[in-house]
């Protein structure tokens, strides 16, 4: 059965968001419309934790119905690679990067991402699996995505609390699952990045989202608590209206 708030967050792309006026963003939460290169531009603070969710761009899109291009703009491989490299400058001197990667693209981006481009230094791996209704694919159908963690420096946990390399989440696209997140189209568990920020970064530290999407980051930020605060970068008017109503609907404004 579905609650009220997930009824809400379905019905979010069902009614014209940007005729209504928009609720105030929470305190703490810089989440902006722009491009990721002006957000990075702009930043005037470094960041302990940079999250990067990049709208890779497929030759086959497999059904285009499900397809990322169906969903949002996508970007090239050497754009991706530009943006995580230019989030090395943005980061603090010992901070870590969440990359969220595709398995389709994996090779093609260890290769040319190498250390000496992105700057950023590969410590280790996990995955998102998910039960339920299966993604698009080719070979396959798809219920895995790769997390990739690199840092920059050497920066260690911040407490003693450790998380699992893999995560599995019961998705019913665009529905509510049993643990209440309701998740449309690549949006990322906010459970488990909400583990991954009370872990990897301190009270009162930024979090940099490079590609906010619906700005799940900043909803683990904001459960997270303890002062964090958090910077990201929407570009599209819609997604970005999207995410500022569901910044309010999980704090049940």
Not at 58 to 80: F, Q, V, W
Not at 131 to 143: D, E, I, K
Not at 159 to 172: F, G, I, P
């Amino acid at each position: 059965m579905w609650n009220v708030q997930q009824l809400q967050v379905e019905s979010m792309t069902q009614i014209p968001l940007l005729t209504v006026k928009a609720p105030a963003k929470p305190a703490g939460i810089d989440l902006r419309c722009c491009s990721v290169d002006a957000l990075l531009d702009d930043i005037n603070e470094n960041a302990r934790l940079v999250f990067c969710d990049p709208p890779w761009s497929y030759k086959n899109n497999g059904d285009k119905t499900r397809s990322a291009a169906s969903h949002y703009p996508c970007l090239t491989m050497g754009e991706i690679i530009e943006h995580v490299r230019r989030s090395y400058d943005c980061a603090e001197s010992n901070a870590y990067l969440i990359l969220w990667a595709t398995f389709p693209l994996l090779s093609e981006w260890i290769s040319k991402a190498t250390e000496d481009r992105i700057m950023w230094r590969y410590v280790t791996g996990g995955a998102w699996a998910k039960t339920g209704a299966p993604g698009s694919g080719y070979h396959w159908r798809g219920n895995a995505e790769p997390i990739l963690i690199y840092r920059k420096g050497k920066p260690k946990p911040v407490n003693t609390k450790l998380l699992r390399s893999v995560h599995v989440t019961e998705q019913h696209r665009g529905r509510g699952n049993r643990s209440g997140e309701a998740l449309s189209h690549s949006e990322k568990p906010i459970s488990y990045q909400q583990n991954m920020v009370e872990v990897w970064s301190n009270p009162g530290d930024l979090i940099l989202d490079v590609y906010a999407g619906l700005c799940s980051v900043g909803r683990a930020v904001l459960r997270a608590g303890e002062n964090r605060r958090y910077v990201g970068a929407e570009i599209d008017p819609d997604r970005y209206r999207q995410a500022v109503d569901r910044l309010a609907l999980d704090r049940g404004v």
